[in-house]
Every structure is written in structure tokens, then in C-alpha cells.
């Protein structure tokens, strides 16, 4: 499968606890972005990469979350002292530059987060 | 600031029949737009990407057009069937960030 895949696809956890998630975006893509979901609502963007530089970040993406993509291929997010606020579908797209491909993004299937 | 929003937030229709999903969008200066398709807990599927040049794209029993001047997408499903029950997103994309609508949820009854 050459597709975007995310890794756990669940995760419940306690408050105040740490979760890490990981993305492994299609091999030739240069862009990787991530994205939040909460339920009903669409998708709203956090950060993204260009190669292994993070070159844009949401307000959205307080001081607890933070976001790494150290080889310019797979990424992490990591969420500190993880509050219920932050329950939703985390989601991981890449994609080639836009003077590539139309900067298409291709999604992975999302980690759904639970914290209890 | 570029709000995306999609009309109906819900569409229930019998098999068989054509329908168009409706998006808008505030700034024209858009790059691209994308619809999506997503399923109960899952992830996001691309139908149908349209270049800010363009009117419209095909695939299959799809049809999406793009009216950059008036600030809408109409996503076109002929024949419709049960397998196309999802929530249909669309989303415009100006630069690295895609900015999305809420969905609408397509219901195809038997």
C-alpha cells in the first residue's frame, strides 16, 4: 500500500496524560500537513511541513502540542498533559509542491484520540 | 478570512436519482478546490480536484464545476446508489492550507 498511513488508528487516554502519534506520508511527497476533526465539523488545519522544516502552524496548536518530521518523511505529534478538549479525529495529509502536482492532498485514515 | 459553507447539511434521496451538493466559498482567491468523501469514523477520500483555472472535472457518475467569480462548487452524483452514502466535503485550497466546509451528509435509500 503506497498510501498515507497513520499510526495507532485509536487512542483513549486519561487526562493529563501524553500521547504521541505517528504519519508515514506516500514516499515522494514533499508536504505533510496535519489537521484536526471534531465530530460534524470539517477538518481544521495545525501545521504543516515542507521537507523537514515546519514552515506554517495554527493557533490552534497551543504550547501542548508539538510536531516533528526529522527526516522529511515520517512525522510525529505529540500532545502533552492531554486535556478532553483535545478528543477528535487527527488526520495526516501529504502531497507533491504545487508546481508538481496541484498540490493535491491525499489524506491518511486519522488517529481517533479519546481522553477520558 | 475564507469561510467555506456547504448547503444542505443533511440530503436524503431514494436510489437511482441525480443530485448536486452545493459549496461556497467567500475569497475567490483560491488555488484549487477538492471534494472529499468520508465515511462513519473514517478518513478522507479525494473525489474530485479542480484547478482554480478550470469549470469543472469528471469522474465516473461524478461531476464537479467551479464558478470562482460567484464563490461556488456544485458537485454532480448521477444514478445515485446505497454505496454513496457518506458525508460529502468539499474544500478550498489557497497556497498549503485547505480550509473546509462542515459536509453534507448523503443518505441513499434502497
Known amino acids: 500500500d503506497t498510501g498515507v498511513s497513520q499510526d495507532p488508528r485509536h487512542k483513549i487516554t486519561k487526562r493529563g496524560q501524553n500521547v504521541t502519534f505517528r504519519c508515514d506520508p506516500i514516499?515522494?511527497?514533499?508536504?505533510l500537513y496535519w489537521y484536526r476533526q471534531t465530530l460534524g465539523q470539517g477538518p481544521e488545519f495545525l501545521t504543516y511541513?515542507?521537507?523537514?522544516?515546519?514552515?506554517?502552524k495554527s493557533r490552534l496548536l497551543s504550547d501542548r502540542f508539538s510536531a516533528e518530521r526529522p527526516k522529511g518523511s515520517f512525522s510525529t505529534l505529540e500532545i502533552q498533559r492531554t486535556e478532553q478538549g483535545d478528543s477528535a479525529m487527527y488526520l495526516c495529509a501529504s502531497s507533491l509542491l504545487p508546481g508538481q502536482g496541484h498540490n493535491e492532498q491525499f489524506f491518511g485514515p486519522g488517529t481517533r484520540l479519546t481522553v477520558l | 478570512k475564507q469561510e467555506v459553507t456547504q448547503i444542505p447539511a443533511a440530503l436524503s434521496v431514494p436510489e437511482g436519482e441525480n443530485l448536486v451538493l452545493n459549496c461556497s466559498f467567500t475569497d475567490s482567491a483560491i488555488y484549487n478546490l477538492q471534494w472529499f468523501r468520508q465515511d462513519p469514523g473514517k478518513g478522507l477520500t479525494s473525489l474530485l480536484l479542480?484547478?482554480?483555472s478550470q469549470r469543472e472535472q469528471t469522474s465516473g457518475r461524478l461531476n464537479a464545476s467551479l464558478d470562482k467569480s460567484s464563490g461556488r462548487s456544485t458537485l454532480y452524483i448521477a444514478a445515485s446508489q446505497p454505496g454513496d452514502s457518506a458525508t460529502y466535503l468539499c474544500a478550498v485550497s489557497r497556497n498549503y492550507q485547505l480550509i473546509w466546509g462542515a459536509g453534507t451528509k448523503l443518505i441513499i435509500k434502497p
Open positions: 514516499s515522494e511527497h514533499n508536504r
Open positions: 511541513f515542507q521537507n523537514e522544516a515546519q514552515l506554517e
Open positions: 479542480i484547478q482554480s
